[in-house]
């Protein structure tokens, strides 16, 4: 298995190619930094186009960045990847059940499957440290934190539910930078969905987390709130589709564009 200096020092290619030997099967974060990484979703064609709807009125937690044709597995416009086995860990539903964690999803591969890649908030984490920016979870080497809220989605079909955020602390000085910076990133999420008070938007315990590891906060932080990608987790509990496949949350796919040719898209 690679060290996180060793996977960090590769190419997307060759990182992707050691993650489908199953030498990385970690979270992304830091790794091929200024590189887009992007959140998946994998569904029968016939429930893709109501999901499309979805992401379309929802396109803060969930940025369009490829759909692929029904039964390929390859996509090409961010990352020439197979996405059976090309991100760390996957996750397995039916009718809304998680059923596995599996390293690939070959052995689920279908030829009505329609893959989504959906923009993620780890590309423009180079943009933030490159502007004096901390990030925390990179700094203790923790994992991003990801909180439900009370936030709901705009519905589209079967698809509905509440918004998943990621959660940055960020200087109180430092917190108009950030939301410069990500502005530049619509296809990432985008700016901010919520800034302070984390009640505001349901989330009563910042210790609480979704998934992750709960935040660790310097004196003068603010809480700074992102919608993340792992809202269609969420919404594949409600919606209860008959099979979804989505990554772990924090298992991307890491892709051969970078940050600054996204956000020129």
Request: hydrophobic share 40%; proline share 10%; net charge negative.
């Amino acid at each position: 298995m690679l060290s996180h200096g060793e996977a960090a020092a590769l190419s997307p290619a060759r990182l992707r190619g050691e993650i489908a030997k199953e030498n990385w099967q970690k979270p992304t974060a830091g790794l091929a930094l200024g590189h887009v990484q992007a959140n998946l979703a994998v569904l029968p064609s016939k429930q893709a186009f109501n999901f499309l709807l979805f992401c379309q009125r929802n396109p803060k937690p969930c940025p369009v960045l490829e759909v692929s044709d029904p039964g390929d597995p390859h996509v090409a416009r961010v990352a020439a990847a197979d996405l059976r086995s090309d991100l760390p860990r996957y996750r397995v539903y039916r009718k809304g059940k998680l059923i596995d964690e599996p390293t690939d999803i070959k052995q689920y591969w279908r030829d009505d499957l329609v893959a989504f890649l959906l923009g993620c908030s780890f590309t423009f984490e180079e943009a933030l440290l490159s502007a004096g920016v901390p990030l925390r979870h990179l700094e203790t080497g923790r994992a991003l934190p990801v909180y439900k809220t009370d936030v709901q989605c705009q519905p589209a079909g079967p698809f509905e539910g509440v918004m998943a955020v990621s959660m940055r602390p960020v200087p109180g000085s430092l917190v108009s930078r950030m939301v410069q910076i990500t502005s530049r990133y619509p296809l990432a999420h985008g700016t901010p969905v919520h800034v302070g008070d984390p009640s505001t938007i349901g989330i009563e315990d910042l210790g609480a987390v979704y998934y992750g590891d709960p935040p660790v906060m310097e004196p003068g932080d603010v809480p700074v709130f992102n919608a993340c990608g792992v809202t269609p987790q969420l919404i594949a509990a409600r919606a209860a589709p008959e099979l979804m496949i989505t990554h772990l949350p924090e298992h991307m796919l890491v892709c051969d564009v970078t940050g600054e040719q996204l956000s020129g898209m």
